[in-house]
């Protein structure tokens, strides 16, 4: 069974830091690029960081770049988002994503976590 499981929100002051983990099983997770995505209430859900199952190569919005990190630990099955210098724009549910996509034979795997509330208040 697959599973993705976040942890790691809460409640934190602007300018404070929270580290997110999302534990895996249930699926190859080397092979897997993986993502956190964000959706605040009234917005879309947005693409925050990627990190590829290939070469380890990550992508950051925007709007996180310089604060943001995401990490893997391959033998844990194991990805993190470590959030500094938060602001307030970046409370939101925070979800991981693992994606694969079998290029040559036309379908593909998408799975995603319950999701974890960060919040960013003075």
């Known amino acids: 069974q697959v599973q993705l499981v976040e942890s790691g929100g809460g409640l934190v002051q602007p300018g404070g830091s929270l580290r997110l983990s999302c534990a895996t099983s249930?699926?190859?997770?080397?092979?897997?690029?993986m993502s956190w995505y964000r959706q605040a209430p009234g917005k879309e859900r947005e693409l925050v960081a990627t990190i590829t199952g290939i070469g380890g190569s990550t992508n950051y919005a925007d709007s996180v770049k310089g604060r943001f990190t995401i990490s893997r630990d391959v033998a844990k099955n194991t990805v993190y988002l470590q959030m500094n210098s938060l602001k307030p724009e970046d409370t939101a549910v925070y979800y991981c994503?693992?994606?694969?996509?079998?290029?040559?034979?036309?379908?593909?795997?998408?799975?995603w976590g319950q999701g974890t509330q960060v919040t960013v208040s003075s």
């Open positions: 249930g699926f190859t997770f080397s092979r897997y690029d």
């Open positions: 994503n693992a994606f694969w996509k079998a290029t040559f034979k036309g379908y593909e795997f998408d799975y």
